[in-house]
């Protein structure tokens, strides 16, 4: 059964990842440049019910999750992170052929949230860049390992 009001976020180990729009790279992460094996990146979805201290507690969780080198977390490294809305993430594809986005939060309720998942992470010590809300995005990214998480909050 699906959950309601729950951030969702899609974690991708990288090595590296930038995000460019009309041709103009607008985010990049670059871990080696850190000091850091890994970084991650953090697609995230919003829903019409999720607030504020949901996107707060999902962005300290992916501070602290341990899917980098030696079971450590972007905390423990200084592992940089790119943060992209993703509202396609709460596609229903239960009918038919075209998903419906009815799930997914208007941006006047989403990007607020989105900012405030960056901004946790920025004042928890992270390094973030982040895509540009509501634009056609091209996401380059090379997935390490592949780890590939799904976290709700």
Known sequence: MERSGSVRV???RVSSAAVSVDGEVVGRI???GHGA???LVALVG???SDTGATA???ADKLFR???LDGERSAADLDAPI???SQFTLYADTAKGRRPSWSAAAPGSVAEPLV???ATTLRELGATVATGRFGAHMHVELVNDGPVTLLLEG
Request: zero cysteines; glycine letters at 4%; charged letters at 15%.
């Open 65 to 67: 999750l341990r899917i």
């Open 82 to 84: 790119l943060v992209i």
């Open 30 to 32: 670059d871990p080696a």
């Open 115 to 117: 900012d405030a998942f």
């Open 10 to 12: 899609l974690v991708q």
């Open 46 to 48: 919003v829903t019409h």
């Open 56 to 58: 707060k507690a999902l």
């Open 37 to 39: 094996p890994h970084g």
